[in-house]
Nanobody
Framework: QVQIVESGGGLVQAGGSLRLSCDAS????????MAWYRQAPGKQREWIAS???????DYVNSVEGRFTISRNNAESTMYLQMNNLKPEDTAVYYC??????????WGQGTQVTVSS
């Protein structure tokens, strides 16, 4: 079974930073557009950022200007640099390819907790 691994979460104070990593070495990473999602307690999972195979990026309004998505195709890894974190960013963060083949796939995610 495919296992894409998210890491880098933790507990941080408001205003702090974290960098999440997405190890996607189990797939042909460079061929896929990729995305980050998050699910806050009691809320539905939401898309927050995506990056195409050529590096074009897009963000949900609530994180634009604070979060930066990037990828390293040579290392089959995607990143999410999160700055100026807010308590409302508290969630489990997930990554996966933007592909019909992965529509029902979700990894274990990584927990981000932002204290006020």
């Amino acid at each position: 079974q495919v296992q894409i691994v998210e890491s880098g979460g933790g507990l941080v104070q408001a205003g702090g930073s974290l960098r999440l990593s997405c190890d996607a070495s189990v797939i042909s990473f460079s061929l896929f557009d990729m995305a980050w999602y998050r699910q806050a307690p009691g809320k539905q999972r939401e898309w927050i950022a995506s990056i195409t195979t050529t590096g074009a990026t897009d963000y949900v309004n609530s994180v634009e200007g604070r979060f930066t998505i990037s990828r390293n195709n040579a290392e089959s890894t995607m990143y999410l640099q999160m700055n100026n974190l807010k308590p409302e960013d508290t969630a489990v963060y997930y990554c996966k390819p933007l592909s019909r083949s992965f529509v029902n796939y979700w990894g274990q995610g990584t927990q981000v907790t932002v204290s006020s």
